[in-house]
């Protein structure tokens, strides 16, 4: 009986020891759980901070260049290419013959419409003197006058068909694309495509600027463009065109004509960096980086670190120079402003910064 009592009382103690050390390693993992729920609960982000400097207002912006003409000339009658007179990088002048069609058939019809014409001429010279001696009525001669006319317009009209066996460029340029050969069959419809052909001898640089960039430009302005493939060459470039309205990003597109140099070194569909030039004084403004805003610029909105908590400001944007943005009003300088998580981040929210 005393061992059986001995038994159970060991049995308790080493049950409350084993409760004891089992409670004590509850509360040691609740609070290395809530460390590390506090430290998750902290939202990484980058920050940078809000400062007062000199600024350039010049910008720059990119687009590709465009040709100040470009054609895909087709076939506006039917016939067969009996020859093809300019080959893919030619250069052509308008008026210049690129190629001829079949023309037996049209200058038979045009020789015939000659005489036609020739003699509705003498008929006509006829009874106009037959008219003055009363030999004919005024009907008769009136008859002979409307022959003379439509046989005239019957022989403009085979000219015209005769000169159409000639095809000529309708613009200078440099054939891009050959679409036909000799043999090739022409149709009127569809119209069989001939030639494309690319005039380079100015080019437009076809760019974007946002409202407050567009404020300070205008027709006629003269503007440095760079090619990415020629960064040492500088071209003149003046704006010719500001569109009225912005389009779908809020961007208002702008043409810049630029001459090509005689050895046209600039090709339609390159990289190219039009350099504005600002009229006014570098300026001390308060700036922030762009990538600072919630969203977009236009949201006006920033989160700021005030003692480890983000905290959502509204300000008021002013102009976007490059990657940085002008802040006219709701911050100051030396604040710390998020460029990087916002889009994890509320208002109130627990932050770390990372660098």
């Known amino acids: 009986m005393k061992k059986t009592i001995i038994t159970i009382v060991i049995i308790i ?15 040691e993992n609740k609070a290395k759980t809530d460390i590390v729920a506090e430290k998750n609960a902290a939202i990484s ?17 990119n687009g590709n260049f465009q040709p100040i003409q470009q054609l895909t000339f087709s076939a506006e009658k039917s016939g067969k290419v009996i020859s093809v007179l300019a080959k893919e990088g030619d250069y052509v ?19 015939q419409a000659q005489a036609v014409y020739q003699n509705a001429k003498s008929d006509y010279s006829r009874y106009e003197n037959a008219f003055k001696t009363g030999g004919v009525t005024k009907q008769q001669l009136d008859q002979a006058k409307l022959a003379l006319t439509n046989a005239q317009s019957s022989l403009t009209q085979a000219n015209i068909n005769v000169g159409d066996t000639r095809v000529k460029a309708p613009i200078s340029g440099f054939i891009n694309k050959k679409y036909i050969e000799p043999g090739s069959i022409l149709a009127a419809t569809p119209a069989t495509a001939l030639y494309d052909i690319v005039n380079v001898s100015k080019l437009k640089l076809v760019v974007t600027v946002n409202e407050t960039q567009v404020a300070s430009l205008k027709k006629g302005d003269n503007v440095n463009v760079t090619a990415s493939v020629y960064p040492d060459k500088t071209f003149t470039g003046k704006i010719t065109f500001i569109a009225a309205k912005a389009d779908e990003s809020l961007n208002f ?33 308060m700036v922030v980086p762009r990538n600072a805003f919630v969203g977009s610029v236009s949201s006006n909105e920033i989160f700021v670190v005030e ?49």
Request: charged letters at 20%; zero cysteines; proline letters at 2%.
């Open 93 to 111: 002048k308008v008026g210049q013959t690129l190629l001829t069609v079949r023309g037996d058939v049209i200058n038979v019809s045009a020789q």
């Open 13 to 27: 103690a080493a049950l409350g020891v084993i409760g004891y050390v089992l409670n004590n390693n509850k509360k």
């Open 253 to 285: 597109p702008v043409e810049i004509e630029i001459a090509n140099n005689s050895n046209n070194d600039l090709k339609a569909g390159m990289y190219g960096t039009a350099n504005f030039a600002s009229k006014q004084q570098k300026q001390h403004l």
């Open 307 to 355: 003692n480890g908590i983000a905290k959502l400001k509204k300000v008021t944007a002013g102009r976007i120079l490059g990657d940085q943005v002008e802040i006219v009003s709701g911050l100051s300088d030396g604040q710390t402003v998020i460029v990087t998580g916002q889009i994890n981040l509320q208002d109130g929210n627990t932050v770390e910064i990372i660098k």
């Open 45 to 61: 982000v980058k920050v940078a901070p809000v400062k007062t400097e000199e600024v350039s207002l010049d910008f720059v912006t």
